[in-house]
């Protein structure tokens, strides 16, 4: 079988990605999709008029240079219509010393206002929320929206799974493709490693014996680890003012699961049902992702004290649903 020309589906059928927001992060994710060849179609939605269509400009004028490709753009809603995947991007800007958890209120705010409008033009689009904090903002969006669960969920521990992976990856001297590992729960403060099914080069990392000169992976380094992981992201922050390039490819990626039908098992956000007793709260777990969005959530083993990780994780996640009243 042939494999899938860039920016069609598997039957040959263009594809369209729209993404709503046009600031650091939602600019590089259109950016990284056009220059991957994620969509033959890429829209732009933002209610600055004039800052989206100067990224559609900009964007426009590198079309030489990448997969053949349309980008469009505008203020009004009817530009995402017919989307294939819709990404939302667009949230409260998180400031040095913020939590994520300080974003929820006038994110949720914004989501309700904006989304019943893009499910109007793009009906049968699968929905991914990126806008911090993903998992309640992609909770409230389900509530909002009405989509069924599989269509609507969040970039959730994508990003902070790579994390892990290149600390890893560093820490023990191989490449970055060789290590399999999964941050869960809250893509925030309560998120946790899930040590027991990572591997490196196929050896559970419980049991990998680090190469001559290489410090060991014991209890106290993998604590180290995922501190450097949680603590990534206000690095970024108190450094140049936003997260963008990684989170851009991050859920590129993910767009290209979907799109792709790849059948890829990433660890996104989206509502459990009886995932280790836990249910009614959307947080990351390895999950199946294709064309119909999360279909399957994967019950990889997990230790006792990570099962107490993620309930604890859930617990606080469920903490804000109540406190703004979802």
Same mark, same amino acid.
């Given at each position: 079988m042939n494999a899938a020309?860039?920016?069609?589906?598997?039957?040959?059928?263009?594809?369209?990605?729209?993404?709503?927001? @046009?600031? @650091?992060?939602?600019?590089?994710?259109a950016y990284a999709a056009l220059a991957r060849g994620s969509a033959r179609t890429i829209a732009l939605l933002d209610v600055n008029k004039a800052k989206v269509e100067a990224e559609v400009l900009d964007l426009r004028q590198g079309l030489m240079f990448t997969p053949q490709a349309e980008v469009i753009g505008s203020d009004d809603v009817a530009v995402c219509e017919g989307a294939d995947v819709v990404v939302v991007t667009a949230g409260a800007k998180q400031k040095p010393g913020q939590t994520r958890l300080d974003l929820a209120e006038a994110t949720i705010? %914004?989501?309700?206002?904006?989304?019943?409008?893009?499910?109007?033009?793009a009906p049968d689009a699968v929905y991914?929320?990126?806008?911090?904090?993903?998992?309640?903002?992609?909770?409230?969006?389900?509530?909002?929206?009405g989509l069924p669960r599989d269509r609507v969920f969040g970039s959730g521990t994508v990003l902070d799974s790579s994390r892990l992976r290149v600390v890893l990856a560093e820490r023990c001297g191989v490449a970055v493709g060789n290590?399999?590992?999964?941050?869960?729960?809250?893509?925030?403060?309560?998120?946790?490693?899930?040590?027991?099914?990572?591997?490196?080069?196929?050896v559970p990392l419980l049991?990998?014996?680090?190469?001559?000169?290489?410090?060991? %992976?014991?209890?106290?380094?993998?604590?180290?680890?995922?501190?450097?992981?949680?603590?990534s992201a206000y690095k970024i922050i108190a450094g140049k003012g936003a997260t963008n390039y990684a989170v851009g490819l991050a859920a590129t990626r993910i767009i290209e699961a979907v799109l792709n039908?790849?059948?890829?098992?990433?660890p996104v956000s989206s509502l459990l049902d009886d995932y280790y007793g836990i249910s009614d709260v959307c947080?990351?777990?390895?999950? %199946?992702?294709? !064309? !119909?969005?999360?279909?399957?959530?994967?019950?990889?083993?997990?230790?006792?004290?990570?099962?107490?990780?993620? !309930?604890?994780?859930?617990?606080?996640? !469920?903490?804000?649903?109540?406190?703004?009243?979802?």
């Open positions: 020309v860039p920016g069609t589906t598997g039957s040959g059928r263009t594809t369209k990605l729209a993404v709503v927001g @046009a600031g @650091a992060v939602g600019s590089t994710l705010e %914004l989501t309700g206002k904006i989304l019943p409008g893009i499910v109007e033009v991914l929320m990126v806008t911090n904090p993903v998992d309640v903002v992609t909770y409230a969006a389900l509530k909002i929206s290590v399999h590992a999964y941050i869960a729960g809250e893509h925030g403060d309560s998120e946790i490693a899930l040590w027991s099914s990572a591997t490196i080069a196929g049991e990998w014996a680090p190469f001559s000169g290489a410090p060991p %992976l014991d209890a106290q380094a993998r604590e180290d680890v995922h501190k450097d992981v949680v603590d039908d790849e059948h890829r098992v990433m947080l990351s777990v390895p999950s %199946l992702v294709d !064309r !119909r969005g999360v279909t399957e959530n994967v019950r990889v083993p997990l230790s006792d004290e990570e099962i107490a990780g993620l !309930r604890a994780s859930a617990d606080s996640m !469920r903490a804000v649903q109540k406190r703004f009243g979802l």
